[in-house]
């Protein structure tokens, strides 16, 4: 959820929006632009003009005018949706069949994931087990698939050379699947794997809580991935007749795009898939009562993983399938989740009871679940039955005022506007979002069903309000603290379900206090101008400011031909990194100013904007993307609310509990993410990390005995002396941003830095020959880890043109060596690294079962395999490879964000050498496979090149552990950062 837009859903095609007014399914009305208290936007009912304005902006915006669309059904009922687009870079397809873990069996839970992990190892036409993979992989691409409660959903992508050849070797998994028994219990592993990366995450281990209680009998009870435990009993015979039973024709949608023709396409899917069987299944239906109406309400007390306190107020619904028109769960969802004036939130942080609130809104054919999540401040732990009075006084306000016209007016432009100006996106997951949609609406209105609003009815939405009241709540209390009873057996949670006391429930049936809370305001971030952008002229980057004492780029867009932007603007401050108690004060003013400044941000937020400030370690970085009409306002009006931070004694103190807890659950991530993050901080010169000002484990403790005078003080002296660093791009004037960012810093009253005083972050340089290892011990967690970096060197065209060929030939060999082939974990990948002109290589797998010691020699071993790889590595596939990335290279920029990237790394991160790329793509087409080989085995080559490992052992290390030789034990990392050159 991205590209700078808050926004749900895919780019709505020309061919969808012309269908749908020919076919009279959009309303037909004005929206008016205006957004004052006393002109509100008005609601469109049925006969707005939706259609026509969505149909002439994409038909005048050059990236999204191209695509057509056809819908075909096959002889045996088979549907399927063809998209053909010249423009796009890869071509991609996804099945969704129409059946999920609801139909697992009880003694078999699991058995429709591990189906799903089934059908890629091999069918009759192609037995070898990894023919599927290895033929995308070859062709330069991916593929993925998900089991979910009533769909499976399996999808690819590759280049267009290889495109028919997958597409036959997937369209057999619905043909004739092989389900070889040498491979099931092997595949097995892999889903006990997933499971047990599964174990740690409290989300899934609430939901599965919330899945044991429901309704006697209810399929919605089900534990779904499967593990060991539920699938070992299963045979080949039980899989192959649930795959037989369930696995038919006419439940599966099929969604393809490419830049062939749509004619071509036709005759693929045909040609492919006209011999998938049609057993004419109907599609389950499941009863609407997912919880027993005597059950309820109830509260049910969680113990948590993480250090979190909690409170669920969980409901079951109607499903939101019946009502894609006026869209009530999401109007409901938009108003729960709000964080402005008169909200449920903002009384909560008023009476210091909450710090945030978010909705989840859960959506099957037969119900949705929703739930308000709010997390408790101490005060609220202590005092959660009054949290939930509130909840429901601000119930009772909503259906006393009802869903203004306004409101709906704001939500449907919003729609309307995510919908026209979203990225163009391609790929496998457009295709798969298509797919699964598809059970839900006709193929030629996927995105305009699902995502606009079309009819205003108030009286929907009432009617969904209805069902949260008390007597069917499911109230969820998550703390360490809370005494529990049960364990629920497959993520070993432990629980507790009490009744609630007939006062309580009294007083949350007739609340007192809804005349605290009050209907949003007309939102004034709002855009107003509906007109089809325009684009500015082109210009190459150009830098803004003086470049004495700013490092700031802008690139304007011609390019999308939409009204957005995105803009990275970094205020540097020695202040931040000059030590870590600087660090910790740094990310309390963080905090602060998000607290501060909430409810203004969010309503910006909900208008298609966003403000994400960060702790970098030159300074303090705001992230500001979404509708460019508004962002050289909103850059201005940043500066003066920077500097104006107020300090409230408890409010402060309740700060510095959050980062403090922040910090110790980060130590609860997954291995391989603490891996990671390790990796990161010791690569970095001069970074300064979170144990450095807050260490449980050795008593350090910054945070708390910082007091609000020496945080007045600090937030006084952080824009003392700045500089300005930055870049955007998109449709964005030059002379406004500059004129915005001079507003910017005129309240921060600053005394301008010069370029050559700003304090620098090099990468460290590993000396040739060396290794270095660096070991933790987690008692009680879920996996091991090893996260293996090799240092290649100074980043240069000519490097990162090998690291990204090797990594893009050697990836999917390294995944399927590892996690297909040896079932080492769930979690293998390879990548390259760019940091601080430094460039590397990493290796991260993480495993429930085998050692990092263990896992480092079979990369070890891999390294070898590898280089046998690059040396039997066929001309021409050697080329179809190189070929391939420099399509990828030359292909234009997916969406402003990652054109944003392109400006960074060229211009600011490169020194704005205007010829960057064109030597990247100058050394990538010189590249031998010979030489090719020659690099990775010097990279690989133990005693000539460098690596430094992260080692992550579930429980404490025992003495049989063999650690690797020759390699240096860092046990300070200060020190050992210290004491090492850097580039």
Not at 284 to 311: C, S
Not at 596 to 609: D, H, P, R
Not at 727 to 748: K, T
């Amino acid at each position: 959820m991205v590209g700078g837009v808050s926004t749900k859903g895919r780019v709505i095609t020309f061919v969808i929006t012309l269908i749908a007014l020919n076919f009279g399914c959009f309303p037909q009305n004005h929206l008016f632009s205006s957004t004052k208290a006393t002109d509100h936007l008005s609601p469109a009912g049925e006969d707005d003009d939706d259609s026509v304005w969505l149909a002439k902006t994409i038909a005048q915006n050059p990236r999204k005018n191209q695509r057509q669309q056809r819908r075909i059904v096959l002889a045996n009922k088979l549907e399927a949706l063809l998209i053909s687009d010249p423009s796009v870079a890869k071509s991609a397809v996804a099945m969704d069949v129409g059946i999920g873990s609801l139909l697992d069996q009880e003694d078999k839970l699991g058995q429709a994931h591990f189906l799903e992990h089934i059908l890629f190892l091999g069918s009759e036409k192609f037995p070898q087990e990894s023919d599927y993979k290895h033929y995308i992989s070859h062709h330069q691409g991916s593929c993925n698939a998900f089991t979910g409660a009533e769909n499976t959903n399996f999808h690819f992508e590759s280049n267009h050379q290889g495109f028919e050849g997958g597409l036959e070797r997937f369209a057999q998994f619905f043909i004739a699947p092989k389900f070889d028994p040498d491979y099931l219990k092997r595949e097995m592993q892999v889903v006990d794997a997933e499971h047990q990366n599964n174990l740690s995450t409290d989300s899934r281990r609430i939901l599965q809580v919330l899945k044991t209680l429901s309704k006697p009998g209810h399929p919605y009870g089900k534990f779904s991935t499967g593990s060991l435990t539920t699938l070992k009993e299963i045979s080949r015979e039980a899989m192959l007749a649930f795959y037989q039973q369930h696995y038919s024709a006419n439940l599966m949608k099929l969604a393809v795009i490419s830049k062939f023709s749509l004619d071509e396409l036709e005759s693929m899917v045909q040609d492919k898939f006209r011999a998938v069987p049609n057993l004419e299944k109907q599609r389950p239906i499941f009863a609407g009562d997912i919880y027993a109406g005597e059950d309820l309400p109830r509260l049910i007390t969680i113990k948590p993983v993480k250090e979190t306190r909690q409170l669920h107020l969980n409901f079951a619904l109607p499903s939101a399938h019946a009502y894609w028109r006026s869209k009530p769960h999401d109007a409901l969802s938009h108003l729960l989740d709000h964080q402005g004036k008169g909200s449920l939130l903002s009384q909560l942080k008023k009476e210091y009871l909450a710090t945030s609130v978010r909705s989840e809104v859960t959506n099957y054919t037969f119900a949705g679940i929703f739930s308000l999540v709010i997390e408790l401040s101490e005060e609220g732990w202590q005092n959660y039955s009054r949290v939930v009075e509130l909840f429901f006084s601000y119930i009772a306000m909503l259906k006393k005022e009802g869903f203004k016209p306004y409101l709906y007016g704001e939500f449907k432009k919003m729609a309307r506007f995510n919908v026209a100006f979203r990225d163009q996106e391609e790929g496998s997951a457009l295709a798969s979002s298509y797919a699964s949609l598809m059970q839900i609406h006709p193929a030629e209105l996927l995105e305009a069903n699902h995502y606009l609003y079309h009819s205003y009815v108030p009286e929907e939405f009432q009617a969904v309000l209805a069902h949260l009241c008390p007597d069917k709540l499911n109230l969820l209390l998550i703390a360490p603290e809370v005494a529990t009873d049960r364990v629920e057996p497959h993520f070993g949670t432990a629980y507790q379900v009490q009744s609630l006391d007939e006062k309580t429930m009294v007083r949350w049936r007739y609340p007192l206090d809804h005349d605290l809370f009050f209907l949003p305001e007309a939102n004034p971030f709002i855009p107003k101008n509906e007109q089809i952008f325009s684009s500015l002229s082109r210009t190459i980057p150009q830098q803004l400011l003086d470049p004495q004492w700013s490092n700031f780029w802008l690139q304007v867009d011609d390019d999308f031909f939409v009204p957005l932007a995105k803009v990275e603007l970094t205020i540097v401050t020695p202040l931040v990194s000059e030590s870590p108690r600087k660090r910790a004060q740094a990310l309390l003013y963080l905090y602060l100013f998000s607290q501060q400044y909430s409810e203004w941000l969010y309503m910006a937020t909900i208008a298609g904007l966003s403000v994400h400030p960060q702790i970098l370690n030159e300074g303090i970085q705001l992230v500001i993307s979404g509708y460019s009409e508004k962002i050289p306002d909103l850059i201005a009006a940043l500066g003066e609310k920077l500097t104006a931070i107020s300090l409230e004694e408890k409010s402060f103190a309740g700060i510095k509990e959050r980062l403090k807890k922040k910090i110790r659950n980060n130590a609860l991530l997954q291995a391989y993410q603490l891996g990671e993050g390790e990796l990161y901080t010791l690569l970095s010169k001069n970074s300064i990390a979170q144990v450095d000002y807050f260490n449980p484990d050795k008593d350090l403790d910054e945070i708390s005995s910082i007091s609000s005078e020496e945080m007045q003080a600090f937030i006084a002296s952080l824009y003392a002396e700045i500089g300005i660093a930055g870049s955007a791009y998109g449709s964005l004037a030059a002379a406004e941003i500059d004129h915005a960012l001079g507003r910017f810093m005129q309240p921060l009253a600053s005394k301008l830095l010069k370029r050559s005083a700003w304090r620098t972050f090099p990468a460290l340089y590993l000396v040739p020959g060396i290794s270095w290892q660096r070991t933790y011990e987690r008692p009680s967690r879920d996996n091991h880890a090893l996260v293996r970096y090799l240092q290649l060197g100074k980043r240069s065209p000519e490097l990162h043109a090998y690291a990204n060929l090797g990594t893009a030939i050697l990836h999917p060999f390294f995944y399927e060596s590892l996690r297909t082939n040896q079932r080492l974990g769930y979690k293998v990948a390879m990548k390259s690294h760019l940091l601080h002109h430094s460039l590397g290589l990493s290796f991260v797998v993480q495993s429930p079962h085998t050692s990092p010691h263990d896992l480092h020699q079979c990369v070890l071993v891999w390294q070898q395999n590898a280089l046998r790889k690059l040396a039997n590595l066929e001309d021409e596939q050697f080329a179809s490879y190189k070929q391939a990335l420099i399509a990828k290279e030359q292909h234009p920029y997916a969406s402003i964000a990652e054109a944003l990237q392109g400006v960074r790394l060229y211009n600011l991160g490169l020194g704005g050498e205007a010829e960057e790329m064109a030597k990247a793509l100058r050394a990538l087409a010189s590249i031998r496979k010979e030489d090719l080989y020659e690099f990775f085995a010097k990279a690989f080559a133990e005693d000539g090149g460098c690596s430094l490992s992260i080692y992550v052992h579930k429980g404490a290390i025992n003495e049989e552990s063999s650690f690797p030789g020759g390699e240096i034990v860092i046990t300070d990392p200060r020190q050992f950062k210290a004491t090492q050159p850097s580039f």
